[in-house]
Each structure stands twice: as structure tokens, then as C-alpha cells.
């Protein structure tokens, strides 16, 4: 079954407007979900996290909200920019020492300019 | 500074040949992992180690070992080759509880 799940495959925004990614899971054990980012034929890169005690966090045009009761959290780039365009994984890890994360399958963003 | 380097880029085998799939990380990082990325199928954990000389089994370790003989070194081995085993790789470590930093990947195509 999958824990994590980001259910919109791909996604179109205009330069400049918001963009917004979604990712649900199921796993109530999960206490620090991430974001990261991949562009073809590189590794994913980290983006941006947040812990489960928090409902929000911002690095600059991104923000991570996180609601817990629903299992749901989001990533908001604003403003949008054509760099922006890769895809973009959520990832989330449960309490223990081995750090373990299940990553959802990924949105693709493109951003045109 | 290299961060994570993974050899080779790219590799074909046939069905039943085995390969090595060698990670190195140069941040002294205590944590590695390997994943395997398939089409539609986000990353999948298949094996990991929290230090020097150990390992663990992760989501999808079927057909596959791993060796952490150095600290900064995590090997990926294929005794026997499968057409299921075609994928992207993807090695990764961390420190601790920070996010994990990824090499750029190993794309293998078994015939």
C-alpha cells in the first residue's frame, strides 16, 4: 500500500502565478515530511521540510503547510519561475534511528513563461 | 567538494551477468541508502546502513546486496542480473536526522 501519495501527476502554471503541489499520507507515524526536487538525469536535491509539530514553514518563495488531522501537506512556490519546472517528490519518515524515508511518485511542474 | 559520487553513469548487462554499483560520499556522513526509481514508481528503498560495517534490508532488497566495508563507501551489488532489475539507482546519505543528499544516479539496462 502506499504511505505517501501525491496524486496529481503533473501540473501547468503561468510565470509569476502560485503553484501549489499536494501530497496526502496515511501513516500517523510519520513526524517529518520533506520535499525534494529532481531535474532529468540529477539526483533529487532537498528543498524545504517540516516537522510535525509545526504547521508551517517558509525558505523564500516556498512554503511547506502541514495538516496534521487530514494528513495532507502542500508546497507553494510564489512567484513561479521556468527553473522551477522538474519534479518535485514528497518524502516523509517516521520516529527511529535509521532515518528511513518513503518517498510519494512525484508531480511534474512546468512553469511557462 | 564532490557530495555523492555513484559509478557508472550507465551500464547494459545481460540477463544473469552480475555488477557492482559502487557509491562514495567524501561529507563523512554516517547514513547511506540505495534506491531504485521506477517509471511512475517514486523512489524505493532497497537497502541502507547507519554506519561502517552494517547494513539493513529496506522496501525492495530482493536480489540485490550490499556492502559498507568504509565508512564513505556503500557498494550495491547484482549477483545475477534480471530484466526486473532495470531502473534508475540512486545512492544517498545523511547526518543523522538531515536531509539526505543524493548522487545523480545509475542507469542500468539489463537485456
Known amino acids: 500500500d502506499q504511505q505517501v501519495k501525491q496524486n496529481s501527476p503533473s501540473l501547468s502554471v503561468q510565470e509569476g502565478r502560485i503553484s501549489i503541489l499536494n501530497c496526502d499520507y496515511t501513516?500517523?507515524?510519520?513526524?517529518?515530511f520533506l520535499w525534494y526536487k529532481k531535474y532529468p538525469a540529477e539526483g533529487p536535491t532537498f528543498l524545504i521540510s517540516?516537522?510535525?509539530?509545526?504547521d508551517k514553514n517558509e525558505d523564500g518563495r516556498f512554503t511547506v503547510f502541514l495538516n496534521k488531522s487530514a494528513k495532507h501537506l502542500s508546497l507553494h512556490i510564489v512567484p513561479s519561475q521556468p527553473g522551477d519546472s522538474a519534479v518535485y517528490f514528497c518524502?516523509?519518515?517516521?520516529?527511529?534511528?535509521?532515518?528511513?524515508?518513503?518517498f510519494g511518485k512525484g508531480t511534474l511542474l512546468t512553469v511557462n513563461p | 567538494n564532490a557530495g555523492v559520487t555513484q559509478t557508472p553513469k550507465f551500464r547494459v548487462l545481460k540477463t544473469g551477468q552480475s555488477m557492482t554499483l559502487l557509491c562514495a560520499q567524501d561529507?563523512?556522513?554516517?547514513?547511506m541508502y540505495w534506491y531504485r526509481q521506477d517509471p511512475g514508481m517514486g523512489l524505493r528503498l532497497i537497502h541502507y546502513?547507519?554506519?561502517?560495517?552494517?547494513?539493513a534490508k529496506g522496501e525492495v532488497p530482493d536480489g540485490y546486496n550490499v556492502s559498507r566495508l568504509k565508512k564513505q563507501n556503500f557498494l550495491l551489488g547484482l549477483e545475477s542480473a534480471a530484466p526486473s532489475q532495470t531502473s534508475v539507482y540512486f545512492c544517498?546519505?545523511?547526518?543523522?536526522?538531515?536531509?539526505?543528499?543524493f548522487g545523480d544516479g545509475t542507469r542500468l539496462s539489463i537485456l
Open positions: 544517498a546519505s545523511s547526518i543523522g536526522g538531515q536531509p539526505q543528499h
Open positions: 501513516n500517523s507515524m510519520f513526524d517529518y
Open positions: 517540516i516537522s510535525s509539530i509545526k
Open positions: 518524502a516523509a519518515r517516521s520516529g527511529g534511528s535509521n532515518y528511513k524515508l518513503t
Open positions: 561529507m563523512n556522513h554516517e547514513y
Open positions: 546502513s547507519v554506519g561502517e560495517g552494517t547494513t
